[in-house]
């Protein structure tokens, strides 16, 4: 097949040129039987390409059927595949199977619009948001939700994590939002409410779970697993909650979240006009559910993690990679851990030795002020008793000395001090002997026992001999006659 160019080149030597076939076929470079055939051609036309025989497939004759066994009923492959076999199909199965997707009718998800009754039920979920700064770490920013089912009066909170401390204080926080409990929650299947699904069994409850709701007199309803939209309320409220809240916020530092979370509830949440139901969850919430939730009990639930733990010899509980003091008295033993979303609390039996604030930091050292000043009162202590008894055995009146001292004295360990660092100066014999004298004299300070051995230590020049030159000078002592006029009496 040549090109258009090359005919009219071809014509244009055989007709013009009057060359031949060799010739043109030689100057143009073609074969000489392609010169030929297109030099007898009166125009050029392009080859026409011969259409491929279409190869029919042994599905194609049982394609009809196959859709009208699919509308009357939503058939599987396979079993499609067994009935076109009685019927004559000599066709693979992959060929049906990739079929068969193509036609089959699409099936939408259908599902129930449920229904509660005021106060009969509350969905709660968590939700997840990036992480954000705590001190010197980043953690990540969880917020838990609740629904309630009939107003759609909404409750969320922010924490810095899921643990079951937290589950559970979110629970409280919100029942004391509401003002009362709702007689179902409906939860997940998350490991801080349902431990286990077995297969045609009743779900295995957290045991901590349940008697939280034991306390606060509601009943647990578990979904079924991967049946999100049996608990759709709070899945959507989980989405509102991070398009409309938390969407296009800055989010530089965890502690005003929750009082800007509050403010959004107060007046943008629960008082808008809801899609569904077409008045405000606050409304729906005051006039007809609020009456209907069971009342608070009387005394919060103790939701913290207890577990044992042990204090270091540096007066230090490790919690979280974080070190918490202790009284010195506690150094070393085991202590009863009571680690709640707020509090860390130490506990000696059943007696409270030390209360800290959580901190979600990492590495951090908390230490209270009072077990630092117990710790340095005691080494004070016990310094002073170690200058006392080296004070004591200076001499036998020692101890006299002592309370001499402390009865006229205000500053008794001062001069005890003193006179302790004066025996490692000039000896404890030579104190010891200045203490006798001076509790002899009566004289109680530091200062009369420092006087008394500088003195004692002090070196007096002895007299000189009297050296005469001569012998006679012994007995020829001349001595002026004394004059006694100033002892005369005047007449």
């Not at 599987?76 to 009718?105: D, S």
């Not at 001076?438 to 200062?447: D, F, K, Q, R, V």
């Amino acid at each position: 097949m040549i090109d258009y160019q090359s005919f009219c080149q071809i014509r244009q030597l055989r007709d013009e040129a009057h060359l031949t076939i060799t010739q043109i076929a030689a100057q143009l470079g073609l074969h000489r039987q392609t010169v030929a055939v297109w030099a007898k051609r009166p125009r050029y036309e392009r080859r026409q390409s011969v259409p491929a025989r279409r190869r029919v497939s042994k599905l194609e004759a049982f394609k009809p059927a196959i859709q009208r066994l699919l509308a009357t009923h939503a058939y599987t492959a396979a079993q499609l595949f067994a009935r076109l076999r009685e019927q004559g199909y000599a066709g693979g199965y992959t060929i049906l199977k990739t079929y068969v997707r193509t036609v089959r009718p699409p099936r939408a998800a259908a599902f129930l619009t449920l229904h509660f009754a005021p106060g009969q039920c509350a969905q709660v979920d968590w939700g997840s948001w990036g992480s954000i700064r705590v001190g010197n770490t980043r953690r990540r920013l969880s917020f838990f939700a609740l629904v309630l089912g009939h107003s759609r009066q909404l409750y969320v909170e922010f924490t810095l994590g899921q643990s079951q401390e937290q589950w559970l204080a979110c629970h409280e926080h919100a029942f004391e939002y509401l003002g009362g409990v709702p007689a179902e929650v409906m939860v997940d299947n998350c490991k801080t409410a349902v431990l286990a699904r077995p297969a045609g069994a009743a779900p295995v409850f957290n045991p901590t779970y349940a008697d939280f709701a034991r306390h606060y007199g509601f009943t647990i309803k578990a979904c079924a697993p991967r049946r999100p939209q049996q608990k759709g309320r709070v899945e959507n409220a989980v989405g509102y909650i991070k398009k409309n809240f938390l969407a296009g916020l800055e989010l530089t530092d965890f502690a005003p979240l929750g009082p800007a979370a509050r403010i959004w509830l107060d007046t943008v949440a629960n008082v808008r006009l809801h899609g569904e139901t077409q008045r405000r969850p606050v409304d729906l919430f005051r006039e007809e559910e609020r009456p209907k939730l069971r009342p608070l009990p009387a005394a919060a639930y103790d939701a913290a993690l207890i577990r044992p733990v042990r204090a270091t010899s540096r007066c230090r509980v490790v919690v979280e990679t974080n070190r918490y003091s202790v009284p010195p008295a506690q150094a070393g033993q085991l202590l009863t851990l009571k680690l709640s979303a707020e509090w860390v609390r130490l506990f000696a039996g059943e007696r409270l030795v030390a209360a800290h604030l959580r901190s979600y930091e990492k590495r951090q050292d908390v230490e209270h002020p009072d077990h630092v000043q117990t710790l340095l009162h005691e080494r004070s202590e016990a310094r002073h008793q170690r200058l006392l008894l080296a004070f004591l055995a200076l001499s036998a009146h020692a101890p006299a000395y002592h309370e001499q001292l402390a009865e006229r004295r205000l500053n008794l360990r001062h001069h005890v001090q003193k006179i302790v660092a004066l025996a490692e100066i000039y000896g404890a014999a030579a104190i010891g002997r200045a203490l006798d004298d001076a509790h002899a004299l009566g004289a109680y300070s530091c200062e009369y026992i420092a006087n008394l051995v500088e003195q004692r230590q002090r070196l007096t020049p002895e007299p000189g001999a009297l050296h005469l030159t001569r012998a006679s000078d012994l007995l020829a002592l001349e001595l002026p006659p004394p004059d006694l006029s100033p002892y005369r009496s005047s007449p």
